[in-house]
């Protein structure tokens, strides 16, 4: 039921004619850019400058990176910068905010223009291409990697919010 495509199997291995479980898989990005499929609309699951998976950092800043030159502080070493795409391959967003700490980027916050948890989790898993890899009791859904975690919740006022952090070494 709520499930998430990760990939198309394309061959499998048998022993005897018994499945052994071991099968050949297109990741489901690539297959349905190769397809030329839509997906909620857009033209790819992917723009194409995005590489897909969930990185540590976010665009061309690493976990730890200086604040470059030319962001604008909007506070409390809160920062944006002009003319960032405001969109994360498919998602169209509504602002990207940069967060350092000791002139350090320690976390990204983004806020979709969308405030469906669902569309959401289904755009992001085909963005980072990965299934959600813990659910809260708050309705908090997280993805993580071995350097990033991002979390996907809904406040109060229903704005739902995209955190990206950098796993604790």
Known sequence: EKGVVVGITVAGRTI???????????PIVEALQSLSIAVDGTETPLSPDSTGGLEPG???????????????SIGNEMYVRRGDS?????????????FFEANRLNSVGLVPASRSIAEMEKLLSL????????????????????????????????DVHIILLPIPK
């Open 16 to 26: 005897a004619g018994a499945p052994t479980g071991f099968n050949l898989f297109i």
């Open 58 to 72: 976010f665009r061309d800043l690493r976990w730890g990176d200086p604040v470059p030159t030319g962001m604008q």
């Open 127 to 158: 963005q980072w291409q990965m299934p959600v890899t813990g659910r809260e009791g708050d309705g908090t859904l997280t993805w993580e990697t071995a350097e990033t975690r991002a979390s996907l919740s809904k406040d109060a006022a229903g």
């Open 86 to 98: 405001l969109r994360l391959g498919p998602i169209e967003l509504q602002a990207i905010v940069y």
